[in-house]
DNA sequence: CAAAAAATTTCAAACGTTTGCGAATGCTAT
DNA sequence: ATAGCATTCGCAAACGTTTGAAATTTTTTG
């Protein structure tokens, strides 16, 4: 690694203090017309490139944020780190991400690292082993340090802090009712894991969804997957060897969903005239298989953008006042395809 | 944002030197295991963090690297990304990844901002209008400053460094041998952008497998996309229109593959039946689809994993070599399934 | 008890940059 | 000639941490 060419270099080179040549480099108007020209051109010709550490360590600001995600192996979660990135990138930022694969001890490392690092801010999906494990400490060090948290797609509710969720209740539940309204009447849902607020609240939309139409809830027809298209073969199949088969299933996600359809087909069944399947997520694909998949559509762009926003207007304040504790849930929509029409 | 308690906050309290917090902290020897342990107690109660912007400044090392992608919003670049952080994560090192949009003065931007943050190395896979526009002064600066640099998935030839890339010239030549040994005479290609390596050497693989079996090349059935799902669907409309149907289309991924068979199952035609189809990347879902998808599977978790390895012994031996100028090339296999099976 | 040895702590410099303040220089007006 | 002013530049401190060497204190030894 070259060492890279300094302020001091450049300063000794021409035998001035390194003041002059900050102050050349920054424009400073103090600065004699010839000597900022040549201090400019020699400084473009070997290269000089501002350290910013250094200038993180006099400002105080790294103009960094940290991201920390369970993954960003699907579309949804990196759609919101495009919005981020949308919002932030102009505004100078750099993002730091890190991917916990749902895993806590990763998620409090990173935590750490990230504090430790100086990040002006940080958006959290939290991971599903956090969920379960109950601990949130890493989280009370983020508010010790008055570090703007924001939570984007999972939020923890027992924190007050800016979250951007989008609306799984009600998305679930114009799905199932859509799915009602067709005609059918015993719906299954291939749930995400337990304790899981997305889950759980779709989960809540189906049930309550049921209730509203007078459908029994059968424990039967809830199922377990971890989000993963993998995950839904096994307990599809079961479903499939039950004395009475559902004539729908709601799965948690498109990928559950999807997983479900290739058990329905591979079980000589029609898609959707013995079971109607629906998703979640409208990834860009489910309105190109076959059948096309009904959705509920969740933008997870606008998640990242409006996250991005929370913390810009923060920064834009400044007047050292507390960090916003807003919470915003975007409108999911629910898009009715192939896989959903026609009589049950 | 609460100011961060320093050492010398601590030494302070303590009424000794920042010295001595520092070595007390970092259990050096030489401290008193009695004030050893009251400093880490009570730095640990007030939540010290150590700034490492200030040791970064130190060191002249920031335990960083630039990771810049034309996007993430896909299975393959996520899991590159995945594969980098599996192998840099345990070795403390923080990702900063960067996404040009396929755009040449992002692309150019980031080195610069990265340069400037001094990273360690960059991960860089090509953006398209770099391609097309053919500078790479951005690259330079990376040179002259002697930091490490590795293309993932897209290099630019011209350049001596470090890369990971798959064999996508067999892996298209065996796809389309593959649909060639099932019978089909006319084979239509879903390529990628023009100047694109990854894009012109599966165009060369179809080309050249072609050619080995005496098969005729038209330009009729060679078609662009820019490998979104989307964009399959015109010039395959267009592909149905003409008067002599192909019986078979490689795409240049799963996206535009899974593209090209809506439109196919629109006209009313058959997969394979009347046309096979094939794709590139071996994505999740393309096993579950309807039916289920073709493709050469590409393994993007191992190029992270390899493009971190050739980083990582860089490091190891760091006795002021050269960059590495290693080209990993890895093998990409064809995984069949039901788009292609049975006769034409 | 004095001297030597060991243990513990402090000093000072360094990393690269910015910036308020003072100093030096040149110029103008009296 | 000289006071006054504007222009241009340098000094020094600061950000938080580490570390070799020096300084101090404590312990050991003869």
Do not use: W
């Amino acid at each position: 690694m070259n060492k890279p060419v300094t302020i001091k270099d450049i300063a000794k080179k021409f035998k001035c203090s390194p003041s002059t040549v900050s102050r050349a480099l920054n424009n400073h108007p103090s600065i004699n017309e010839d000597t900022r020209r040549n201090l400019q051109e020699y400084a473009q010709k070997v290269g000089y490139q501002r350290n910013q550490v250094s200038l993180s360590l006099l400002n105080k600001k790294t103009a960094t944020i940290g991201v920390i995600v369970p993954t960003i192996n699907n579309y949804h979660e990196s759609a919101i780190i495009e919005g981020i990135e949308a919002v932030l990138q102009p505004l100078g930022f750099t993002l730091n991400i890190c991917v916990t694969n749902e895993q806590y001890v990763l998620e409090s490392e990173y935590v750490n690292k990230l504090l430790s690092n100086r990040v002006e801010g940080i958006f959290l999906s939290v991971s599903q082993e956090t969920y379960d494990s109950g601990h949130y400490e890493h989280l009370e060090q983020i508010k010790k340090r008055s570090i703007p948290l924001i939570f984007i797609d999972r939020e923890y509710e027992g924190f007050a802090t800016g979250s951007v969720i989008i609306d799984d209740y009600h998305g679930a539940f114009s799905a199932v009712e859509h799915l009602v309204k067709m005609g059918r009447k015993r719906i299954a849902h291939l749930k995400g894991p337990n304790g899981m607020a997305v889950a759980e609240e779709r989960l809540r939309g189906y049930v309550e969804c049921l209730k509203k139409y007078d459908l029994p809830v059968d424990e039967h027809l809830i199922l377990n997957t971890n989000f993963k298209v993998e995950s839904a073969i096994e307990p599809v199949t079961k479903l499939m060897s039950l004395p009475e088969l559902p004539d729908a299933v709601f799965g948690v996600n498109d990928q559950v969903a999807i997983g479900a359809m290739k058990v329905i087909r591979d079980k000589g069944l029609s898609i959707p005239g013995d079971i109607a399947v629906a998703g979640f997520d409208n990834s860009p694909i489910s309105a190109y298989i076959y059948p096309s998949l009904t959705s509920v559509a969740r933008p997870g762009r606008q998640i990242g953008i409006e996250a991005a926003k929370i913390f810009a207007d923060y920064l834009q304040q400044s007047s050292g006042k507390e960090f916003s504790t807003k919470h915003i849930v975007l409108p999911s929509e629910l898009i009715v395809r192939e896989s959903t029409m026609g009589g049950g």
